[in-house]
């Protein structure tokens, strides 16, 4: 997403910060894609390894277990002790219904959901954490808490939307100069021929000279011009990767995911706007060429190059 390098924690990849809302796409995605016509019971197979065939088929889904069940052990899901947990027919979920249907769980207690946002330490927290640790701060309900996030995250993602348009305007001006200087020097290089095709061979070396020169100018400008698309496009990968991971969010998030990766996610926007890769532009010499005044001693001519500042041509 950032593209930036970090240090592994010393328990691994582990050790990493959850991120839920991804992983909860991930698992709904999976859950939904599967083809569910012939799909043995999850429990059952792992009962009964060795006789593969003798498993039931799946026929029901739990949204909290996250497992295909057969009829059989759907029931005890139904009345479970904690409270009836949510079974579904095994059919295609829809997507979006799961992703609301999954709760969150606390960080520090897995066996509490989410219900608060604490203002003061920019988190979500359970009741119990309310109560012991966040006493005393600042909380408003994750709800409430999100949508005050979600103008931000939209006007955030608005300003990135532009700066990708700016971005690829300036990336197509850059590509028209340096087609026009690659056209102009070809011409110029056609020119030069021609009038040292009308001299005799003393003034071959001058056209060699000349022609190097316009190479020269060439390699550099295409040079340039491959660097400051480079930039562009670099930026335009961190930018739509951040668009469309806030759109994705804004579609298909709930409340808690909202709110854990507001903070962050602004961080990151106004890091994208300040570094402005539009500000980097390609700027394309001028070439032109002077034949020579054959009744002068410089019998070919001279290129004369300037860049686009020394021009006074707006970028």
């Given at each position: 997403?950032?593209?930036?390098?970090?240090?592994?924690?010393?328990?691994?990849?582990?050790?990493?910060?959850?991120?839920?809302?991804?992983?909860?796409?991930?698992?709904?995605?999976?859950?939904?894609s599967?083809?569910?016509?012939?799909?043995?019971?999850?429990?059952?197979?792992?009962?009964?390894?060795?006789?593969?065939?003798?498993?039931?088929?799946?026929?029901?889904?739990?949204?909290?277990?996250?497992?295909?069940?057969?009829e059989?052990?759907?029931?005890?899901?139904?009345?479970?002790?904690?409270?009836?947990?949510?079974v579904?027919?095994?059919?295609?979920?829809?997507?979006?219904?799961?992703?609301?249907?999954?709760?969150?769980?606390?960080?520090?207690?897995?066996?509490?959901?989410?219900?608060?946002?604490?203002?003061?330490?920019?988190?979500?927290?359970?009741?119990m954490?309310?109560?012991?640790?966040?006493?005393?701060?600042?909380?408003?309900?994750?709800?409430?808490?999100?949508?005050?996030?979600?103008?931000?995250?939209?006007?955030?993602?608005?300003?990135?939307?532009?700066?990708?348009?700016?971005?690829?305007?300036?990336?197509?001006?850059?590509?028209?100069?340096?087609?026009?200087?690659?056209?102009?020097?070809?011409?110029?290089?056609?020119?030069?021929?021609?009038?040292?095709?009308?001299?005799?061979?003393?003034?071959?070396?001058?056209?060699?000279?000349?022609?190097?020169?316009?190479?020269?100018?060439?390699?550099e400008?295409?040079?340039?011009?491959?660097?400051?698309?480079?930039?562009?496009?670099?930026?335009?990968?961190?930018?739509?990767?951040?668009?469309?991971?806030?759109?994705?969010?804004?579609?298909?998030?709930?409340?808690?995911?909202?709110?854990?990766?507001?903070?962050?996610?602004d961080?990151?926007?106004?890091?994208?706007?300040?570094?402005?890769?539009?500000?980097?532009?390609?700027?394309?010499?001028?070439?032109?060429?002077?034949?020579?005044?054959?009744?002068?001693?410089?019998?070919?001519?001279?290129?004369?190059?300037?860049?686009?500042s020394?021009?006074?041509?707006?970028?």
């Amino acid at each position: 997403m950032c593209r930036k390098e970090f240090q592994i924690p010393p328990e691994g990849l582990d050790g990493l910060q959850h991120h839920f809302f991804v992983q909860q796409l991930v698992d709904v995605r999976k859950a939904s894609s599967e083809e569910f016509d012939e799909v043995a019971c999850e429990v059952c197979q792992e009962e009964n390894d060795e006789d593969v065939d003798s498993v039931p088929l799946a026929t029901a889904y739990c949204v909290n277990c996250s497992q295909k069940l057969c009829e059989q052990c759907v029931r005890p899901h139904r009345r479970w002790k904690g409270g009836a947990h949510l079974v579904k027919p095994l059919v295609a979920e829809v997507e979006q219904e799961l992703i609301q249907l999954r709760a969150s769980a606390c960080d520090k207690h897995p066996d509490k959901q989410v219900e608060l946002y604490c203002c003061d330490c920019d988190e979500n927290i359970c009741l119990m954490c309310s109560a012991v640790k966040h006493r005393s701060h600042n909380s408003l309900e994750i709800p409430e808490a999100a949508d005050s996030f979600r103008p931000g995250i939209d006007a955030d993602a608005k300003k990135v939307l532009a700066s990708i348009n700016s971005a690829h305007r300036q990336m197509e001006i850059s590509r028209q100069d340096a087609a026009e200087v690659r056209v102009k020097v070809d011409d110029t290089k056609k020119l030069i021929v021609s009038t040292g095709d009308q001299l005799k061979r003393s003034v071959d070396n001058q056209i060699s000279d000349l022609m190097m020169e316009l190479e020269s100018v060439t390699s550099e400008s295409d040079k340039q011009a491959s660097s400051v698309e480079e930039t562009y496009q670099l930026a335009l990968v961190s930018m739509e990767s951040f668009h469309t991971y806030s759109r994705e969010l804004l579609d298909k998030g709930r409340p808690s995911d909202v709110t854990r990766a507001a903070c962050q996610l602004d961080d990151r926007a106004n890091e994208l706007l300040n570094d402005d890769a539009t500000a980097v532009k390609y700027r394309p010499p001028h070439v032109t060429f002077t034949p020579a005044d054959v009744t002068r001693l410089n019998l070919i001519g001279k290129v004369t190059v300037t860049s686009a500042s020394q021009q006074g041509r707006p970028m």
